[in-house]
């Protein structure tokens, strides 16, 4: 049984080891953050967000299933206002290498020398930052944001599960744990 425990966190860490989301959390240390039960999205900085409608309603699903499993209650009259936006790079990735033949120990003029053409690859993808807010609803005060890096998918069979394990991730930061001294 101790041999399947042991598995068991060294797969949920390598799982975590493969992840390709760089994730990153601010907040204020003066706020009691266990006040915050209700929340809501803050309209007009989500619909500022530039990209695809469909890409929008995935990060607030999201974000609502977050909230849910963390007990927090979506509400009109909210603790909370959530707010979201979005950057995006492009990556350009190139890679060099020779592929060739040579002749080995001893034969021809020179032993080391090799003969080949060099190769070159190029390679683009779409990194993507997400940021998540947390503004406190009475005081209209930022008191928490997260952030996640990661590589972007196309592939609209992936887009649901790679924008949920984004969010998933930046919010498994909230609430932050605050060091008693």
């Not at 974000?63 to 990556?91: C, H, W, Y």
Request: charged residues 25%; glycine residues 6%.
């Amino acid at each position: 049984m101790k041999t399947f425990k042991l598995f068991s966190v060294f797969f949920v860490m390598l799982l975590a080891s493969c992840s390709s989301i760089s994730v990153y959390s601010d907040y204020d240390k003066s706020v009691n953050f266990s006040q915050f039960k209700t929340y809501a999205f803050y309209k007009p900085g989500v619909d500022k967000v530039e990209i695809s409608d469909l890409d929008k309603k995935r990060i607030l699903h999201a974000i609502e299933n977050q909230m849910a499993a963390k007990g927090f209650t979506k509400s009109d009259n909210p603790d909370l206002l959530v707010n979201i936006f979005t950057k995006t790079r492009e990556e350009v990735n190139v890679n060099q290498f020779s592929a060739g033949w040579g002749y080995g120990w001893g034969y021809g003029w020179n032993p080391y020398m090799m003969y080949g053409w060099p190769s070159t690859s190029v390679s683009t993808s779409t990194q993507g930052t997400l940021f998540i807010d947390f503004v406190d609803a009475k005081k209209k005060e930022l008191v928490w944001q997260g952030e996640g890096i990661g590589e972007l998918t196309r592939n609209i069979d992936k887009k649901d599960e790679k924008i949920a394990d984004f969010v998933a991730q930046i919010l498994a930061q909230y609430p932050p744990q605050v060091s008693k001294k």
